[in-house]
């Protein structure tokens, strides 16, 4: 009973980790294959993952002529918001030697004791020859032919190429101005690592390339059979002048892609019935060495014809704009006065060449002057291609009265290949004051092309300057001759300022003037000695000590006695033995008689033991 | 006998002056009468006899600009910059012979610290470093030789010597921020053509166009060896299609 009690408490533990660790959503399975089509002989990859749950390893329905062989399998446990998925994912090299097309049958999982059915596959299987022929041969995909079979790939594009596309439009020719949108991929191998080394730009000058998305895309796509991992950029494309040029572009970048040419690795036939020489090469693509190479990745040069804008039907109005454009909102005050000006702001949406665009007109033209003003872009898209454009300027009536005004923007439309003029609805407004008569008309905008403002040189200089030299001082002699000039002037001012500093010190002073002090209680005692003075000579050197000793108590030297002496210095000391000597022949009362060498010597010896150094 | 000596040196003095303001007048002339060939020969010849001067380079380069010789004319209107930096009819003629040589300078990452830097020429930020050192050392010299008593004379010292400080250090940022045009030349021709290696039948790598600003490394035989900032171009080009914008040739 109790070892029941603990088998079923056991799996009850068991099953709230599993519970715990069951996934957050439902189970899932999948069955994938990386290539729709291999040769004859070769390999595709199938994948079965299974997420969300435990299940069984899944058997493959046998299909005639279709070689199966299981390369393992992967688990992969992710948490994301506290919610642990499991997924596990099975293997299979699959291919024939029999071309043909080949069904993959939907497979049967049991995930958690619920059945789960994967979609059914379809795999086909070319002749090998024929296969090879064209460039759809995916030369370099998993399970291809055996070098010795396969050229390898050396071509231009090994290492990846560019496509130019124009979106949203079949035309094969653009117009002058015109800004076409085009889509820009960078086709680069699967298994390659690139590294753009610079910006897309046009190969020739008839073309500019303009607003190119600065986050491009990254998708893996399959092009003629081969997989490759495409970088798209969105842009604007446009030509200055009319004839036919090739539009090709180009990018820099570091490309290291799967040497194929390289010598394939021996492997050893263990026997058995799956052991066919195709599945080596899902291995030998691995084993293969990289190379890398800088290499500047074009687009086919792919010829446009650039269009002149038609003369016939050209509105007075137009000034440059090709696109397609509407009026979206428009401001005009009600009331005006003649010659006050006020403010209109009005935003035309659409797409093409916001860049080139002018304010629209205001009409009637000839009862308003109007001046420039402000504008800005919204772009609607990465290329800035389309999107509004918000326009501020000033006008000024020059008619009184009341009067319909409407604003109006001409634009040649490139899908309809003809002019167009949008207004917005007329708006009824009164105009306060008299006509103005003064000012000259607003003239007519022209029929003919609009005129490009041609800046001109500003005038000549007429003085003539001094001569000077192009070479800058720094680099000539004299500029390091000017720094070492600048050292030596700040060297000397420290020099003197240490000097300057040194002789004011009155601590220095007073060293001085007590070392004088010394000097002439000395040479005042030698001539006491010189003449038998023996009071004279005691006196004397008693107040050379008594300045040595001033100085070193920061006392006056007169102030200093010898019961001061004695308790503060020891009985053994040379300075204490001279006081004690000069206080018995003070005391003795002897003027006059021999100064003894020894007194000389203790004299001597006292007083260098008060010297600056020994303190 | 001195008097005369100095009598004649003056007259010396004054003719060469009057002979360069003559023909520099002569070259004008010519410009207004539309012989922009005659007036770039006059102007030519009167920068080697009389040296470099601004108005010469300036009116040079507008020549030049007439005959639709872009790059001879940017590297005219460069090497007036150098002396004029904050000319506005200069920068404004420059400015338009790029504009039509299509030769753009590359836009700094700071347009305000560009101008700044650009503010004065690389002459004027080494003066403006020397002056401050000379103006240190003076200032170390005399208050190592005169003691300032008051405060506030101390404090006036030491306002001037951070200033001074200031002045240099802000003068070397810029020389050094703008080391590299001391390498600076411009293309002068049209088919200038930057070759592999310094032969003439070497592999052609690409054209420049003309008025491009390109940096000057070694020289081998006739060629420069020459970078193109923001093209990836690099490789040789022919001395005679390019021209450094200090030039060695003229008096300095």
């Known amino acids: 009973m109790m070892l029941r009690d603990c088998v079923n408490a056991f799996m009850a533990v068991t099953m709230i980790f599993l519970c715990s660790i069951s996934p957050g959503r439902a189970a899932e399975v999948e069955a994938q294959l990386d290539r729709d089509s291999v040769p004859a002989g070769n390999g595709a990859i199938l994948t079965l993952r299974i997420s969300g749950g435990h299940a069984e390893p899944p058997e493959i329905p046998a299909v005639e002529n279709l070689i199966v062989q299981s390369r393992g399998q992967s688990q992969q446990v992710r948490m994301i918001n506290g919610q642990t998925t499991v997924s596990v994912a099975y293997t299979y090299a699959v291919g024939s030697h029999t071309p043909g097309v080949y069904q993959i049958p939907a497979v049967d999982i049991v995930v958690d004791g619920k059945k789960f059915t994967t979609q059914a596959l379809q795999l086909k299987v070319l002749d090998s020859g024929a296969a090879q022929a064209p460039p759809a041969a995916a030369p370099n995909a998993p399970g291809a032919q055996p070098a010795a079979e396969e050229p390898p790939d050396t071509g231009e594009k090994r290492f990846g190429f560019l496509t130019v596309e124009v979106v ?22 699967a298994d390659s690592r690139a ?61 290291a892609v799967r040497d194929t040419s390289a010598p394939k690795p021996q492997r050893r036939r263990m026997g058995g019935p799956f052991d066919d020489p195709f599945f080596d090469n899902v291995f030998d693509q691995m084993d293969t060495p990289m190379i890398q190479k800088d290499v500047t990745l074009k687009s086919d ?28 909102a428009s401001e005009i005050p009600n009331d005006w006065k003649t010659g006050e000006p006020q403010q209109i702001t009005t935003r035309l949406t659409g797409s093409g060449n916001f860049a080139l665009m002018k304010a629209p007109e205001l009409t009637p033209a000839d009862s308003w002057k109007t001046y420039a003003g402000k504008d800005e872009f919204t772009a609607g898209d990465n290329a800035s291609f389309s999107g509004s454009k918000v326009f501020q300027f000033s006008a000024v009536p020059r008619m009184g009265g009341k009067q319909e005004v409407a604003l109006a923007f001409s634009y040649f439309d490139p899908a309809t290949e003809a002019y167009k003029t949008t207004s917005t609805p007329p708006k009824t407004i009164q105009v306060a004051g008299a006509d103005i008569v003064d000012v000259e008309p607003v003239a007519a905008p022209a029929t003919k ?28 002699p004299a500029f390091a001759e000017m720094l070492v ?23 220095r002073r007073a060293r001085a003037a007590t070392e004088k002090a010394v000097h002439e209680a000395r040479e005042s005692a030698g001539q006491c000695a ?76 006292a007083l260098a033991s008060l010297t600056p150094s020994t303190r | 006998m001195n008097r005369n000596f100095l009598i004649g040196l003056l007259y010396l003095f004054l003719g ?16 207004k009468a539309g012989d922009y060939g005659g007036a770039v020969a006059t102007y030519e010849k009167l920068l080697s006899t009389e040296g470099p001067r601004a108005a010469v380079f300036y009116n040079l380069g507008n020549s030049y600009q007439q005959l639709k010789q872009y790059g001879p004319a940017i590297l005219a209107y460069e090497r007036a910059r150098l002396l004029t930096p904050r000319d506005p009819d200069l920068l404004a003629n420059l400015a338009l012979s790029r504009k039509a040589a299509t030769a753009f300078e590359d836009a700094g990452l700071h347009p305000q610290m560009e101008a700044a830097l650009n503010y004065l020429s690389r002459n004027e930020w080494s003066w403006l470093i020397a002056g401050g050192a000379l103006f240190l050392g003076t200032l170390a010299l005399f208050c190592g030789l005169v003691r300032l008593p008051k405060r506030g004379q101390r404090q006036c010292a030491a306002a001037s010597a951070c200033l001074a400080g200031l002045a240099i250090a802000a003068g070397a940022t810029a020389l050094y921020l703008r080391r590299a045009e001391a390498s600076r030349g411009i293309i002068l021709s049209e088919n200038a053509t930057v070759r592999l290696s310094p032969f003439d ?45 200090t030039p060695e040739s003229l008096p300095k």
């Open chain 1, 485 to 507: 000039t600048a050292a030596v002037l700040g060297a000397f001012g420290v020099i003197f300022w240490r000097v300057r500093t040194r002789r004011d010190d009155p601590r």
């Open chain 1, 530 to 605: 010189a003449a038998r003075d023996v009071t004279g000579y005691f006196a004397a050197a008693r107040l050379a000590l008594q300045h040595r000793l001033g100085a070193l108590w920061s006392q006056p030297a007169q102030a200093i006695t010898s019961a001061e002496v004695h308790a503060r210095i020891s009985e053994d000391s040379p300075v204490a033995r001279f006081f004690h000597e000069a206080d018995r022949h003070e005391y003795s009362r002897e003027a006059q008689g021999e100064i003894l060498p020894q007194w000389q010597a203790l004299l001597d010896e």
């Open chain 2, 16 to 31: 060469t002056a009057f002979a360069g303001a003559s023909a520099f007048d002569e070259a004008n002339q010519q410009f």
């Open chain 1, 301 to 328: 040069d792919q010829e446009i014809e650039v269009r002149p804008l038609p003369t016939d039907g050209r509105p007075p109005g137009f000034t440059g704009a090709v696109g397609d454009f509407k009026f979206d």
């Open chain 1, 449 to 476: 092309e609009p005129e490009k403002k041609v800046a001109t040189l500003v005038a000549q200089h007429v003085a003539i300057s001094p001569a000077a030299s192009l070479v800058p001082l720094i680099a000539r």
């Open chain 1, 195 to 255: 590294n753009l080394r610079s910006g897309i730009q046009p190969e020739g000058k008839a073309f500019t390339l303009h607003n190119v998305s600065g986050q491009p895309q990254q998708t893996q796509e399959i092009r003629d059979g081969k997989r490759y991992l495409v970088v798209t950029w969105f842009g604007g494309m446009s030509a200055t002048k009319a004839g036919k040029y090739p539009a090709s572009l180009s990018v820099d970048a570091t490309v």
């Open chain 2, 201 to 245: 039948q070497a592999e052609a790598l690409g054209t420049p166009g003309p008025g491009r600003s390109v940096h000057l490394g070694a020289q081998n035989g006739g060629f420069y060896y020459i970078e193109v900032p923001s093209a990836n171009l690099h490789g040789w080009l022919a001395s005679k299609d390019v021209a450094p914008i």
């Open chain 1, 168 to 189: 949203g439009s079949d035309r094969k020719h653009v117009y002058v101005g015109e800004i076409a949108p085009v889509r820009i991929r960078a086709w680069l191998p």
